[in-house]
């Protein structure tokens, strides 16, 4: 295993496989009061978060933070 990837939990682990796993905890309303994002409570799917999330590195931060907090 390289070594920069040993401590970083998120390795190997897709976003759109962290999305799901959220959105199946916590469901969209949740999320969307836990993460203030539009694409989380105005008509939200996953496809929709993907690309802003793709496109926006602080809200894939927040994202990504949440995953490791609820998930792991």
């Given at each position: ?6 401590n970083?939990?998120?390795?190997g ?11 199946e905890k916590?469901?969209?309303e ?7 994002i539009?694409?989380?409570?105005s008509n ?12 926006t ?7 990504e933070k949440l995953?490791i907090?609820?998930?792991?």
């Open positions: 295993m390289n070594p920069e990837h040993s970083n939990p998120l390795h682990i897709k976003l759109v496989d962290m999305l799901d796993s959220l959105v916590l469901g969209w949740e999320l969307s009061n836990r993460i203030n539009n694409c989380f409570f939200p799917s996953i496809k929709s978060c993907l690309t802003f999330l793709r496109k590195p602080w809200a894939r931060s927040k994202v995953y907090k609820e998930c792991l």
